[in-house]
């Protein structure tokens, strides 16, 4: 048997087992049937949809995306087509793959999360949900809910008991004085796994006519320029709760995947990169085996390990 057959690529997020820890992140997916013709979808280790409100939401004026040294803004401002659409459309095209599919969810208030979930638990075919608390390009809910242990308390507690029949992840924002004890918040109120981290609020401006580059004046940054900021929350994440953590931030190569799975990151979500080139997610999958073998790794959970003893 050779190093590459020993290895298992396979990981366990609290009741769901995935086949490799490469997902697709919510937000530069789609609703993943967009990708299908471009990506093997039944290659990944899952792919979150695009955030999912009671609602339709037209989202943010354009121009949505605008490139930075070592990254992009962006302001879409969650712009989907409701939970009910998503359910009658789009949902029966994503059940013909064997992958795992999450739904992520959002709210301007906390009955529209537990609406979102109870709509959605009515329909077959998803494999857990991603409640997104951190949003930073609303001018409203997502990212006011997850400052703050007691409201993070609050709307995981009313999502968990609505989430009845599948688990429940938790997207973490970034921008707050002590991630960890918003993890325990989290993690004490029912949530499965935490989604480690959204994007930071960030600026970009055109100096000749003194506008942003965005519709809106603020976006959320993401792309390589994050990366090592949200490593570090990741690593501090799993120092503070026990449930698996997902890291999310910066991700284009092997090389990051592996740094990530190295501080505590039971899987990966791979964003920006999918901008860039629509198979990322693919990729890095089918070159993680190799990876791990050059590590002289069999299991995605020896690299952490030696991780902690190597660094205490």
């Not at 937000?27 to 999912?52: P, Q, S």
């Not at 609050?154 to 999502?159: I, L, M, P, R």
């Not at 501090?236 to 190569?253: D, R, S």
Request: net charge neutral.
């Amino acid at each position: 048997m050779s190093a590459a057959d020993a290895v298992d690529l396979s990981v366990q997020i609290g009741a769901l087992r995935l086949r490799n820890p490469i997902l697709a992140a919510s937000g530069t997916f789609g609703y993943g049937i967009e990708f299908a013709h471009l990506v093997d979808l039944n290659r990944l280790g899952g792919f979150v949809v695009k955030g999912l409100s009671r609602e339709p939401i037209e989202g943010a004026p354009p121009p949505r995306l605008c490139e930075t040294p070592s990254g992009m803004l962006n302001a879409v401002g969650l712009q989907n087509v409701g939970v009910r659409a998503f359910v009658a459309d789009k949902l029966p095209l994503l059940r013909k793959y064997d992958t795992p599919v999450l739904a992520n969810v959002f709210g301007y208030c906390l009955e529209d999360y537990v609406e979102v979930i109870r709509t959605l638990e009515d329909a077959e075919g998803l494999a857990g949900y991603e409640l997104n608390i951190s949003c930073p390009n609303v001018k409203k809910g997502g990212m006011q809910f997850g400052s703050n242990p007691a409201q993070v308390a609050e709307v995981v507690s009313a999502a968990r008991k609505a989430a009845a029949r599948r688990p429940l992840w938790v997207k973490l924002s970034p921008l707050v004085a002590d991630i960890g004890l918003i993890a325990q918040a989290a993690e004490s109120a029912g949530a499965d796994a935490l989604t480690v981290a959204n994007t930071y609020p960030a600026m970009a401006i055109d100096t000749r006519t003194l506008k942003s580059h965005l519709g809106n004046l603020t976006g959320g940054l993401s792309g390589p320029a994050i990366k090592p900021i949200t490593l570090r929350l990741v690593w501090e994440t799993k120092k503070a709760v026990k449930i698996p953590v997902i890291g999310l931030g910066g991700i284009e190569t092997v090389e990051d995947v592996l740094e990530y799975l190295s501080v505590g990151a039971s899987a990966v979500q791979v964003g920006t990169a999918s901008f860039a080139d629509p198979r990322a997610s693919e990729r890095l999958a089918s070159t993680l085996t190799d990876a791990l073998v050059r590590t002289k790794a069999s299991r995605i959970s020896d690299l952490h390990a030696r991780f902690v003893s190597e660094n205490g």
